[in-house]
């Protein structure tokens, strides 16, 4: 079950990152609840690293949105004018 909350999750902060991104970001929801996950994570890696979170501390919403914005700016300079 604790997978699927994940996944709701990331789909949410998916959607608020691609929403508060400026562009057109045709992709469906599975990229965007990936999106949402990766970024989550990676704003996790990036709160244990600078002492923000603990280990097993789940991220805040706003860091998880911060985190699939980055990703999601990584994702468009990969993926280019396509």
Do not use: H
């Not at 604790?2 to 990229?31: E, H, N, Y």
């Not at 949402?36 to 002492?51: E, I």
């Amino acid at each position: 079950m604790s997978f699927l909350w994940m996944l709701l999750i990331g789909l949410i902060v998916g959607a608020v990152a691609k929403f508060l991104t400026p562009g057109r970001d045709p992709q469906g929801c599975l990229v965007t609840m990936l999106l949402g996950v990766v970024g989550a994570m990676l704003a996790g890696f990036l709160g244990r690293s600078a002492g923000w979170y603990a280990e097993g501390q789940p991220v805040g919403f706003i860091a998880a949105v911060g985190g699939a914005v980055l990703v999601l700016l990584v994702f468009r300079l990969v993926r280019g004018g396509k």
